[in-house]
């Protein structure tokens, strides 16, 4: 998928760098909303170097840690620790997070680019060094002076992971970012994020499919009603799961 | 009183011929409602977006205010704005009372709210769908605003239209603080009120058809930017 000119990402992702922010921890992480207690008591810590997977049936309460740990909403009660502290405008920094569904600015796709890396305090002349390469990384370059909106749904999604990515995130949480795309583009997404982890990017995941789950994860967390059902290195989740709901969801048995 | 045909005649003569005086009221009716609307813009929609994205004790009341400032009864704004700009008033020493910059700021009055209201809806919509991304994005305040505004600039170019709309058509308030001097504050509107009182009706028409063509020329206008912007998904 990179072309040729995607220099600057391809050198960014062959570099592997020392996390300065992980290990991310929940400690006791509850979120309540209309009376009804979502998260339910998250203990998890999550470590560089591996990819994390967060599977669950819906409701589970995925997207909410998910948003939880990227600062996105306030827990209740717990907290979110990085390197034991909560997150600060550095920390903040350091993260980025791609959505189920690609919000892209009303403007060309390299003024997606551009404006998310000015937004993060890169100068005019770097954003537009940064956004040529990421696009080019992403097989998007193109389409770089066309409205981001046109883009097919797979285009725009990987429009929005080069777009985190090429912020250099040293945590990149992706909220089922391929639930809605066709079995080449997810592989084109996939393809991206692989080599993001390969580069130390720490990846935490969320996805419904048990094949991709396979491919990526490292670890595997499963969430039932906000709590932790199980929590364990992948191959030992995929094989021998030590919950009966995650045996049945990875059977693909209806979990209630 | 000219019989109604006549009237028409006389109307599209002075068209036609480029009526010098026609002219000076057409310009100055522009001059006076774009810089209007240009006002009112600079100030209502950072308000607007404001109201739209912080989270604000007394925020719920400016709402409500600005949507009733959206129905201010022009008079209502020109005895306001009377007050202030006459002699006895706190800023009568300024003297622009009978002149056209107290036409603008009346207009301004009058149009401030709705670009404020109905820019706070439109930004409020699009800051739902953006929110989650802006901020996961480190943006924050008025750096969220900013995107929000250029993000809805061909939305909120309706916005300064129906703006532009309420300016342009008003009479009431202008009348009050413009005085409707002959080559000094004499607008399209108002020369509409005065020439029908007056009963001649080839000038009133002229500039009455004037109004409706501009108005019809700035809607079309907006519309096709508004629809190659909807068709080029950047709105």
């Known amino acids: 998928m990179p072309d040729a000119t995607a220099g600057f990402a391809e050198q960014a992702l062959d570099v592997r760098r020392p996390s300065a922010i992980l290990p991310l921890e929940a400690r006791n992480l509850v979120f309540e909303a209309g009376g009804r207690r979502l998260i339910d008591g998250i203990d998890l810590r999550l470590d560089a170097g591996c990819r994390t997977v967060v599977m669950g049936p819906n409701g589970a309460g995925k997207s909410l840690l998910l948003r939880l740990l990227h600062g996105l909403i306030e827990p209740?009660?717990?907290?979110?620790?990085?390197?034991?502290?909560?997150?600060?405008?550095?920390?903040?920094?350091?993260q980025a997070m791609v959505f189920q569904r690609p919000?892209?600015?009303?403007?060309?796709?390299?003024?997606?680019?551009?404006h998310a890396l000015r937004a993060n305090g890169f100068s005019r002349q770097e954003a537009r060094d940064r956004a040529r390469d990421w696009l080019a990384y992403a097989g998007l370059s193109g389409f770089a002076d066309q409205p981001a909106?046109?883009?097919?749904?797979?285009?725009?999604?990987?429009?929005?992971?080069?777009?985190?990515?090429?912020?250099?995130?040293?945590?990149?949480?992706?909220?089922?970012?391929?639930?809605?795309?066709?079995?080449?583009?997810?592989?084109?997404?996939e393809e991206i994020i692989q080599k993001a982890a390969a580069s130390g990017t720490k990846i935490v995941l969320i996805t419904h499919d048990i094949g991709q789950a396979r491919r990526i994860a490292d670890e595997v967390v499963f969430l039932y009603r906000g709590r932790v059902e199980a929590f364990d290195q992948a191959l030992c989740f995929f094989d021998a799961p030590g919950s009966a709901k995650a045996r049945a969801f990875i059977e693909g048995r209806i979990v209630l | 009183m000219q019989d109604f045909g006549a009237a028409f005649g006389l109307a599209f003569g002075l068209i036609l011929s480029g009526d010098a005086d026609l002219a000076e009221i057409v310009m100055l009716s522009l001059q006076v409602s774009?810089?209007?609307?240009?006002?009112?813009?600079?100030?209502?929609?950072?308000?607007?977006?404001?109201?739209?994205?912080?989270?604000?004790p007394g925020r719920a009341a400016l709402v409500v205010f600005m949507n009733t400032m959206m129905g201010l009864p022009p008079v209502v704004a020109g005895l306001l704005v009377y007050l202030m700009l006459s002699n006895a008033g706190p800023l009568g020493g300024l003297g622009l009372l009978y002149?056209?910059?107290?036409m603008i700021i009346v207009q301004t009055v009058l149009v401030t709210p709705i670009i404020a209201a109905l820019a706070r809806q439109l930004i409020a919509d699009l800051h739902t769908e953006y929110d989650e991304q802006l901020r996961s994005l480190g943006l924050r305040g008025i750096r969220t605003i900013a995107t929000l505004l250029w993000d809805g600039r061909y939305s909120l170019l309706t916005v300064a239209l129906a703006g532009f709309g309420r300016a342009v058509a008003e009479v009431g308030a202008v009348i009050i603080v413009g005085g409707n001097i002959n080559h000094a504050t004499r607008v399209m509107?108002?020369?509409?009120?005065?020439?029908?009182?007056?009963?001649?009706?080839?000038?009133?028409?002229?500039?009455?058809i004037?109004?409706?063509?501009?108005?019809?020329?700035?809607?079309?206008?907006?519309?096709?930017?508004?629809?190659?912007a909807v068709r080029s998904a950047y709105a």
């Not at chain 2, 009120?193 to 000038?203: F, I, N, P, R």
Request: hydrophobic content about 50%.
């Open chain 1, 76 to 94: 209740s009660a717990g907290s979110v620790l990085w390197q034991g502290k909560p997150a600060d405008r550095t920390v903040r920094r350091r």
């Open chain 1, 103 to 114: 919000v892209l600015l009303r403007r060309s796709v390299s003024a997606n680019m551009h």
């Open chain 1, 149 to 189: 909106r046109v883009l097919s749904g797979g285009e725009q999604q990987r429009l929005a992971v080069a777009r985190a990515l090429s912020l250099g995130p040293e945590v990149l949480f992706l909220d089922e970012p391929t639930a809605s795309l066709d079995p080449a583009s997810t592989l084109g997404i």
């Open chain 2, 34 to 56: 774009l810089s209007a609307v240009a006002v009112a813009c600079m100030i209502g929609l950072p308000i607007g977006a404001a109201a739209a994205v912080y989270r604000f």
């Open chain 2, 99 to 102: 002149t056209a910059t107290a």
């Open chain 2, 189 to 208: 509107t108002t020369t509409i009120a005065l020439e029908t009182s007056k009963g001649d009706l080839g000038l009133a028409l002229a500039l009455g």
């Open chain 2, 210 to 228: 004037i109004l409706i063509g501009l108005s019809v020329l700035v809607n079309g206008g907006v519309l096709a930017l508004r629809a190659t």
